[in-house]
């Protein structure tokens, strides 16, 4: 996932972990198949994220 984000990279890793505990979606798919990958995240003024 690639977002733009205003945050520290400490803040970014607490959303992924949040994301992994306690998103529904998340959740739902990873009960019956493999769900991995990272969030890139970027601040609003540098140049876009590929992906």
């Known amino acids: 996932m690639a977002l733009e984000y205003d945050e520290s ?3 970014v ?8 505990r ?4 998340y959740n ?3 009960s ?3 769900v991995s990958g990272e969030i890139i ?3 609003p ?3 876009p ?3």
């Open 45 to 47: 003024w540098e140049t």
């Open 9 to 11: 990279e400490r803040r």
């Open 32 to 34: 019956s198949s493999l």
């Open 22 to 25: 306690h998103g529904t979606i």
């Open 49 to 51: 994220v590929e992906g």
């Open 28 to 30: 739902t798919l990873a």
């Open 41 to 43: 995240a970027k601040k």
């Open 13 to 20: 890793a607490l959303l992924h972990k949040n994301l992994e």
